[in-house]
């Protein structure tokens, strides 16, 4: 009975923080070809003007092309114009709710008049270019690493850690401060962090929108290009790590974020350390049955489209659909550890689609370690429950890395006795 009681509450909480907003805008269906023009977009275009396809048959087989030539889509040029610059913070909210919009000028004010402190970002231009300038410039918090708790008072000489950096992707919709606290936890294990922007997130939004509504929306082909773009700014943020001496590197993706961090992962075997808090396998399952894209779903919907149909042209940003890919390991000795955290209340990742991750992993070998919220996906940023997954992550990041940290001593021990004998 208390269980019962508990769950009722619970999904209605998560409701009431599903649909307190109401600047979601549903738009009408955009097939968005032109999106990916250089990955065989335009064809498919020119095929439907021509009659020879529907616009879901040219999606859909866009979708297998890029499932069957992952690297051919995801791959890029690392970009050459990374720099750091020195900015006021600033909120970038994606509601018009009084209390948000009244914080938003409270921080402006405070830059103006001097209470407030720049920070370093990191800033490059996107390898992956897309119609709106503002988005193509990446944006990427920086957090420098402090001395680590343990290491204090010991001199650099006798420590020898490897520099290890952690790149960190918020949620769908995400303000420009949502997870950075996660950051600063960080670097109290002395390790650094990037708070990357996502496409068309905080300042690399278009001044046209409210919210970040182009990352995902009924512009099919946008939406795949956003995920593209994500891949390969997150991969260009292993890129500047590592030009900076970075050894170890991982990634935390929230909700939408942990999509697109899952696949840079299956695509780039320098990320070491994954967490995905919040995840799922099927890209149209989530927008067919979450309640963040009830509005998706309804463009959809009108347009006669189905789930199956949706699932098949969005495979191209699936995590299901790069789970080989993930699981693979380049040498014998190589060393991913892997997190995934879901909710038993979630009502936008449904804890179905949640279990097939596990259950995914599991049946390619992925050596992985489960955790469990009691609550939904909105009640995640809520009081207890942001504290029980910060500690999740933040243990699991804490103990990933020293994990790599003494397999890295173990073989320089070996290489030593070797030299040695």
């Not at 490897?162 to 950051?183: E, G, R, T, Y």
Request: aromatic fraction near 12%; hydrophobic fraction near 40%; charge should be neutral.
């Amino acid at each position: 009975m208390l269980g019962k009681l508990y769950a009722k509450w619970m999904y209605a909480w998560e409701t009431a923080l599903t649909t307190r907003d109401s600047n979601r805008v549903e738009r009408p269906l955009e097939w968005g070809f032109d999106h990916l023009a250089d990955f065989g977009g335009e064809d498919m275009a020119a095929r439907v003007e021509r009659g020879e396809l529907t616009g879901l048959q040219a999606m859909i087989a866009l979708n297998e092309r890029i499932v069957a030539e992952p690297h051919s889509f995801f791959d890029y040029v690392t970009p050459t114009d990374f720099r750091i610059e020195q900015r006021f913070p600033e909120l970038y909210p994606t509601n018009v709710r009084p209390e948000t919009l009244e914080a938003e000028r409270e921080w402006r004010r405070m830059a103006e008049v001097g209470e407030l402190r720049r920070e370093p970002f990191l800033r490059f231009t996107s390898a992956i270019r897309t119609p709106y300038p503002e988005n193509d410039a990446v944006n990427a918090r920086w957090y420098p690493e402090k001395q680590r708790i343990e290491d204090r008072g010991i001199e650099d000489r006798e420590r020898q850690r490897p520099k290890q950096a952690m790149i960190v992707m918020p949620q769908w919709n995400a303000d420009a401060f949502s997870h950075n606290a996660l950051c600063e936890m960080f670097n109290k294990f002395g390790i650094a962090s990037l708070r990357l922007s996502k496409p068309y997130h905080d300042v690399r939004r278009p001044a046209e929108l409210e919210r970040s509504d182009y990352a995902v929306s009924a512009n099919v082909g946008r939406t795949t290009a956003a995920c593209r773009q994500a891949v390969a700014d997150i991969r260009s943020c292993v890129d500047w790590l590592q030009s900076q001496g970075y050894e170890h590197i991982g990634v935390l993706g929230t909700s939408l974020g942990s999509a697109y961090a899952f696949i840079a992962a299956a695509m780039d075997p320098r990320i070491q350390v994954c967490a995905f808090n919040h995840a799922s396998t099927q890209f149209g399952d989530v927008v067919w049955t979450g309640q963040s894209t009830r509005h998706v779903k309804s463009a959809f919907e009108h347009a006669g489209l189905t789930q199956d149909e949706v699932r098949a042209m969005f495979a191209g940003v699936s995590p299901m659909s790069y789970m080989r890919q993930f699981a693979a390991k380049p040498s014998a000795d190589y060393v991913r550890k892997v997190l995934v955290v879901h909710a038993t209340y979630d009502l936008t990742f449904v804890r179905k689609y949640s279990l097939e991750v596990l259950s995914n992993f599991a049946a390619h070998g992925v050596d992985f370690e489960s955790r469990v919220l009691p609550c939904g996906h909105y009640t995640t940023g809520e009081t207890p429950y942001k504290y029980i997954d910060g500690w999740y992550l933040g243990s699991f990041v804490w103990r990933a890395f020293r994990g790599l940290e003494k397999k890295r001593r173990d073989v320089d021990g070996q290489l030593a006795q070797t030299g040695r004998s």
